[in-house]
């Protein structure tokens, strides 16, 4: 009878022991981590780049800040059609004929934000140079030739849009008077396949040579006036002879330095 009851009192017990671990909440078991866990990935101007010495990572250049990449601008929708007229807007300053670094200044820096000054590039007696830096150097034949080579059959490129596009800015950014100067020499500058397409390139040189030539002459017509030149213009007044070959001295230096010519080349011809 003992053993019964022992028996009975270790089944209750069991019985209870069920009983609570039934009432207990389970638990998820915990999650397992894989084997081999990823990498973080790199960041924006990092990439898996070979090492560089001493085990550094080379970074990459970080992306370039302007939406202009090269390609044609597609106009089918509200951005691209952003960015066309963005190429196309006049500059902030109307040019008449006289400032013309602000203009070299303004036309680079489009021409740079729009990814577009290789079509400035022109090929002189086999050597590659930058119009936009030496647009009093190169010939307007040679300007012109690079762009009929652009204009050349049917397809559509960013380098004949571009140019297309910055004519047009050049020709709104024009003071009237200067304007119709520039209008007189169309037939040098449309070069498209309906002859109806300014050549951006070929409007900015014609713009530098009328604005060169324009120079040129007024700096003939200042170095003659040097030339004669005498004391007794002035009564034999030193000072104010000095005075007055000064002022012509400069606004000589002003102008040759607006063409790219040093003042040397000026005192040579002079003397």
Known sequence: Q?????????????????????QQPQLPPPPQQPPNPPPNPPGPFFAAQPAAAGGAQMPISPPSLSPYNGTVIQTYNKRGMDLYNDVKKALSTKFDGKDLTTLV?????RA??????QIFRVTVNGIQQDLLTSY???PLVDTQL????????NAVTWARQASYLIGLSLLESLAPSFKTRVIQRKSDYLLGPSLNEPDGPTVFKIICSLVLLAHRNTTQL????L??????????????????????QDQIYALHWMMGVHMF???????
Not at 6 to 21: D, L, S
Not at 112 to 117: G, P
């Open 2 to 22: 003992q053993q019964q009851q022992q028996q009975q009192q270790q089944q209750q017990q069991q019985q209870q022991q069920q009983q609570q671990q039934q």
């Open 265 to 271: 080349t000026v005192t040579m011809k002079v003397l």
């Open 136 to 138: 009093g150097e190169i």
């Open 105 to 109: 200044n303004e036309i680079s820096e």
């Open 227 to 248: 030339r004669g030149l005498r004391p007794s213009n002035y009564a034999n007044n030193v000072t104010q002879y000095n005075i007055q070959f000064i002022q012509l």
């Open 112 to 117: 740079s934000y729009t990814n577009c000054r």
């Open 146 to 153: 690079k762009g009929r080579l652009r204009w050349q059959g």
């Open 222 to 225: 200042l170095i003659n006036r």
